[in-house]
């Protein structure tokens, strides 16, 4: 997804002040999970609640089967993502 994001951008002239990062978050992901994700699909693990506090305007938020209402808490933390899934 990030790599087709940075494609698109560049694709259309818009340069990127920072590039487009994939965060992670899952209480149920072991060391193991994280190296996994880090090293073949460059997507950054970050514990609860950094992946909340990593949400800006630009953010594309993806969620499955929450324990917790995350429309909710997006909703609460005052930031408007680009879109949530």
Do not use: C, H, W
Request: aromatic share 4%; hydrophobic share 45%; no cysteine.
């Amino acid at each position: 997804m990030a790599e087709t994001l940075t494609s698109m951008y560049k694709d259309a002239g818009i340069p990127l002040e920072q590039p487009v990062t994939v965060i992670a978050q899952d209480p149920a992901y072991t060391n193991k999970d994280q190296k996994l994700l880090k090293s073949l699909l460059n997507i950054v693990v970050v514990p609860d609640p950094q992946a909340f506090l990593s949400i800006t305007p630009s953010s594309l938020i993806m969620s499955r089967s929450p324990l917790l209402p995350v429309q909710a808490v997006v909703g609460d933390l005052g930031v408007s993502p680009a879109a949530i899934f």
